[in-house]
Structure formats: C-alpha cells, structure tokens
C-alpha cells in the first residue's frame, strides 16, 4: 500500500444555516478586515449579503471584490491584486463556486509573495505565508476549498495553470447545504457531475492510498445517491447536504490522490470549445472508464457495490457496468453525453489529444496515458 502524509490544514463546519456563524468563525481567527471574494452571480442571489450581515454584526470591515467570470484568468486574479493592494486586509473569504474560491487563492499568492500567477505553477512555489481565508462554497462540485491547489487559466497560452501550495489552505472551510439551493439546474448537473468525476478520477490513480480511497469511496457512495435526488427535487435539503459534503470528500481525494485521464481530456474541451467542466467530464468519463477497464476493472466493481443503484454485472464486466451507471447519471442531469453533438469537430480530435497527452494530471491515471491513449479516448467518446 501507499504510504501517505496527511495533515488537516482545514477546520471544517458543516450544517444549514452555518453561514449565520462566519463572523464569530471569522474573528476567531484575528479577521478584521477582510476583502470577500465572490462572482457577480452571488451579489445578485443575495448570498453576498448573507455574508456579509454576520460579518458586519461581529465588527469586520469587509470589501467586495466581484470582477471576475467562470475560470477566472491571470487577467482577473491581476485585477483583484491591484484592488486588494491599497486596503490594508488582514485575510480573504471566498464565497461561491471554484472561481471565486480559486480567485481568492490567486489573489492571496499574489498580494502576498508578488509577482505573477506563472511564478507559481506547481506545487510550493511561494516563499512567505499567505493570508488566512475562509472558503464557502455555493455549489457542489469542485470541493475547492479541500484543496492546495489555484486553478488559474494563463490569459496568453489558455491553458489552466494548476498553482499549489500548502499555505494556500483555507483555515476554514464553511459548508452550508442551504446556500446550494439557488445553484441553477445546469450548474447543479454540471458542478455535482465534476464531483461524481473526482471521486470515480480519484479511486484508481497511481497516486492512491489508503487514506485517498477512503474519501473517493465516501464521496461516491454519497454522491451516486443523491445527484438524482437533488435534480428530481431541488429543495431536498437533505440530498443537498449530501452533494455538498460529497463534493468535500472528492477535494480532499484529489489533494491526496491527484486526478487522472477524465480531466486531461476535459481542458483542452474547455480551452478550444468553452465546454463547462462539468459538461466536459460527462462526455468523457464512462469513455475513460472503458479504457481503463483492463487495468482497474476489479477496482470499478468495489465503486459500483457503493452505488445505490444495483447494476446487473458478472466479473469482467464492470468497468462496462459502471459506465452505463455513469451515463444514466449524465443524462439525469440533462448532460450530453457525445462529443459529436457538442459541437466537436472531428478534425481536431487530433489537435485536443495532443494538448491532453501533455496535461499534468494525465500522468496519475493508472492505465500510461498518452497520445494515442488521448485519441482512443475523444474517439471512443466522440
Ligand atoms: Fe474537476
């Protein structure tokens, strides 16, 4: 077996109504003055200001930073250093999606060691201690505020810069299955799918361990239950608290596991056809899983015992079994599920497995992925 460091970096707080605690959470930790950072889509559902009344009522100065969209870039995280710089904060609240809790991450590198995001590819690149910051997450997915990791797209090449470090720990991560509820439909099926995918990436990397496994095995189960739930019934509290802390566990998955081909095939979708992430894995996945088959068919098996859903298999099968379980949840979520009819043209299949043959991750899947490995993939999915 793998041997493994783990340290919680993160005091995590899950339950509806949490967010009414942040001021008090806050302050505990020496916050002050605080520059909150959330997309423009927060202020206007109002959850910007559900957290900023508790801020307020514990006596914390707060300023907004908003100018930044969906995979923020160099351009953004640039633009919230400029605003940050003159205010004298003492710390950053993340509130949202992974935009906003990457953005705060980008913005915390830079006002904090200088220089620009590229300096910080990589894992440990910052030299001085970042400022404390509080994530909260609004949609369940990326499980962002488990994770070291900035994901930051590079304004010149496109490409997503995966920027970590472990000071870029949130000390706090707030989980508040209430604020999930005003996700939109499509961000609901495409977030939890980016979830499903952590969990289903994580479990079979090179990089597992006991300790990975433990969480993808958890998120799975957690989450095989309950994205139809919540998509049949939006205002299941209860599926929503399950999503939510599904899509935790898949964080802390791929901080201890890292991710595998899904999401090396996924950018490039993203880079040349804006493909949302979530929709990107949904097409990709079940091709991924069929191409792995023959390395981690058995491992597959032990997932598709998690989920709630009985598939009819016999040994052998499994890999095919979880696929289709895969697909039925994609289409659940209104997903498409053939690169084809997403508008992929199939004379850049090519072009994209280059670009996916030479994405980090693409190294921890546990079948050796490459070029050819890429275009198997794209084709099989396309
Ligand atoms: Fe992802």
Not at 211 to 236: G, I, K, M, T
Request: glycine share 10%.
């Amino acid at each position: 077996m793998q041997p493994f460091d783990f340290h919680t970096r993160t005091r995590v707080i899950f339950g509806a109504g949490a967010i009414q605690r942040l001021g008090e959470l806050s302050y505990e930790l020496g916050i002050r003055r605080t520059l909150l950072v959330a997309d423009r889509g927060l202020v206007a559902s109002g959850h910007v200001d559900e957290a900023l009344l508790p801020l307020q009522r514990a006596g914390i100065e707060v300023a907004g930073f908003h100018d930044f969209e969906v995979n923020p870039d160099t351009k953004m995280v640039e633009a919230g250093r400029s605003f940050a710089a003159p205010l004298q904060i003492d710390s950053i609240i993340g509130l949202g999606g992974g935009s906003s809790l990457d953005c705060a991450k980008g913005i915390n590198f830079l006002l904090t060691n200088g220089g620009e995001m590229r300096d910080y590819l990589g894992y440990g690149k910052a030299s001085r201690p970042l400022l404390p910051m509080v994530a909260i997450p609004t949609t369940a997915g990326t499980g962002s505020e488990a994770q070291t990791y900035a994901l930051i797209s590079d304004v010149e090449s496109h490409k997503k810069m995966a920027c970590g470090d472990e000071k870029a720990a949130f000390r706090i991560a707030l989980l508040d299955p209430l604020l999930t509820l005003s996700q939109p439909r499509v961000v609901t099926a495409t977030s939890g799918f980016d979830a499903i995918a952590h969990a289903v990436e994580t479990f079979v990397t090179t990089r597992r361990n006991g300790l990975s496994e433990f969480f993808s095995r958890e998120a799975w189960r957690l989450l095989d239950a309950s994205y139809e739930r919540v998509l049949a019934r939006p205002d299941d509290l209860e599926a929503r608290g399950a999503m939510l802390l599904g899509s935790y566990f898949g964080g802390l998955a791929i901080e201890n596991s890292m991710l595998g081909a899904t999401h090396a095939c996924a950018n490039p979708l993203t880079t040349h056809y804006q493909t949302v992430h979530g929709a990107a894995l949904a097409m990709l996945l079940p091709s991924v899983v069929r191409w792995n088959a023959s390395v981690v068919g058995e491992r597959y098996g032990q997932l598709l015992k998690l989920s709630s859903v009985n598939e009819e298999m016999s040994t052998g099968e499994s890999a095919e079994a979880l696929a289709r379980r895969l697909e039925t949840l994609a289409a659940a979520g209104g997903l498409n599920n053939r690169l084809s009819s997403a508008g992929v043209q199939q004379s850049d299949l090519n072009m994209l497995a280059e670009e996916a043959s030479q994405q980090w991750t693409g190294q921890f899947n546990p079948r050796p992925f490459d070029l050819a490995g890429a275009l198997e993939v794209y084709e099989r999915a396309y």
